[in-house]
């Protein structure tokens, strides 16, 4: 249990909220610790692999309306979720206006954003009524400017001034509201971002992020089997890894968190006495015992190998290079130099339509001795707080990639000494990441 004046934000997500049985676990994570004071909802997922989330039928349900078609099927089977859900739980409680007024909504035409939020509506309502919570809509308290940008000004003041009326309360994630009073939805996992924006509102000490696995892992479980789980990790390792594809929490939802320095547990709804993993602006120290806090890696990567004597005495050489990319509106990866050589990386599939035209470009620009293109690599991040002060990292990835014969195609150690990334070939991506994984983890 928390001392007696923390407060904090707890946000659960669709697998959490799936069906009765979930809620039931949730009530008992929320009643176990009364610091647990305003719960974000998210809409019911999936409850095995094969089952539909909320969210997707309604997407599915707007589709059909746009094709005048009729609804009928797939709106009755997220009635019957709902319907299931507060049976299920024994509640005197009927969603059936709410239900029949979005079902008439849609039919009319309702916006993509109104119909996608109201997955999270309807769920937050029941768990407000499971909990004996007010619940409090996010159309009333979140809100985006007109070109749809979270307005956090006016958002956190009235978060606040309605917060501050409730003890508790049961909020839903997802969205907010326009200007014009229109509902708008975040992207996709979207509830993650309302509770970083709930926590930084209300000011809360700490951000608990409620889902199904027990925090972040060392690296991807589909790849290495049985990693690690890490039990801190600042914000800035979090974005390193997060870069490279290793994701628990949606991207934008560090923001406003981080802002403010409120820390962010991930936790596990099905196993509540993990401690799960504590996302942090500073770590309570940077010795880690595993010496990095994880690896992770992105496939589809392309180099742009430009090569021409005394280049680096050349003024402007790179600034040339990079606006061929600019022009066609390209983002690089990253940039690695040599005295007479730089290699542009980046995303395949963005080059892919304008290889061509790049490099004749390119030659157009600085008269290269030589352009080379190498496609089919990919990028490994090794990240971590602890190598910064532990000597002989680089050269334990190195031997231990020697060892299982992996040819590194480039070598890149950011200037935070956060991470040291590789380009291998994208037939040693796996090979790779268990390599470097086992040489740290035994
Ligand atoms: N229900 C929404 C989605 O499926 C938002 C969320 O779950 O965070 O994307």
């Known amino acids: 249990m928390g001392c007696k004046h923390m407060v904090k934000v707890v946000k ?27 719960a974000v909802a998210s809409a ?21 309306a746009c094709d005048k078609r009729d609804i009928s099927g797939t709106f009755d089977k997220i009635a019957a979720r709902y319907n299931g ?23 009319h035409h309702a916006s993509r954003d109104y119909i996608a939020s109201r997955g999270e509506y309807l769920n937050a309502k ?60 975040f992207s996709r ?24 696995v027990s ?23 979090l974005r390193e890894l997060s870069y490279m594809g290793a994701t628990v929490l949606h991207e934008d939802a560090i923001f406003p968190v981080r802002k403010a320095k409120i820390p962010i547990n991930i936790r596990n709804t099905n196993d509540p006495a993990a401690p799960g993993t504590m996302i942090v602006d500073k770590a309570s120290s940077n010795v880690v015992e595993t010496v990095i806090t994880g690896v992770a890696g992105k496939k589809g990567i392309t180099s742009i190998h430009v ?66 293109i190498m496609e089919n690599l990919c990028l490994i991040a090794v990240v971590g707080r602890g190598m910064v002060s532990t000597e002989g990292v680089a050269a334990r990835i190195f031997t231990a990639l020697a060892n299982a014969h992996i040819n590194i195609r480039m070598i ?12 291998v070939e994208e037939h040693d991506y796996q090979k790779t990441l268990e390599a470097i994984y086992h040489e740290f983890v035994k």
């Open 85 to 107: 859900i507060i049976k299920d739980l024994g509640l005197d409680f009927s969603l059936d206006e709410d239900l029949e007024g979005i079902k008439v909504a849609i039919s």
């Open 189 to 212: 996992g979207g509830s993650d971002i309302t509770g970083s924006i709930v926590a930084k509102a209300i000011g809360a000490d700490l951000y608990e992020n409620w889902t199904d």
């Open 307 to 372: 090569e021409k004597d005394m280049m680096n005495s050349e003024v402007g050489f790179g600034r040339k290079v990079l606006e061929v990319l600019e022009n066609h509106n390209i983002s690089f990866e990253h940039l690695p130099s040599g005295i007479d050589t730089m290699s542009v990386l980046v995303s395949s599939a963005a080059i892919e339509e304008c290889k061509g035209s790049i490099t004749a470009e390119m030659v157009k620009a600085v008269d290269p001795d030589s352009i080379t």
């Open 215 to 237: 925090g972040m892992l060392m690296a991807d479980p589909r790849l290495i089997k049985d990693p690690l789980s890490i039990p801190e990790i600042t914000y800035k390792e």
């Open 44 to 64: 019911p997922g999936k409850r095995d692999s094969r089952d539909e989330k909320v969210t997707d039928m309604l997407l599915q349900c707007f589709r059909l």
């Open 412 to 423: 890149d150690q950011g200037s935070s000494e956060l991470n040291i990334i590789v380009a």
């Open 12 to 38: 659960f997500g669709g697998s959490s909220l799936a069906d009765a049985n979930q809620f039931r676990k949730v009530a008992d994570i929320i009643k176990s610790d009364p610091d647990r004071r305003y």
């Open 126 to 185: 029941i768990l407000a009524n499971f909990l004996g919570y007010p619940f409090i809509d996010a159309e009333d308290c979140i809100f985006f400017d007109e070109n749809g940008t979270l307005d956090s000004k006016k958002t956190d003041k009235k978060m606040s001034a309605v917060l501050s009326l409730h003890e508790y309360a049961v909020l839903p994630g997802f969205y907010g509201a326009m200007p014009n009073g229109t509902i708008r939805t």
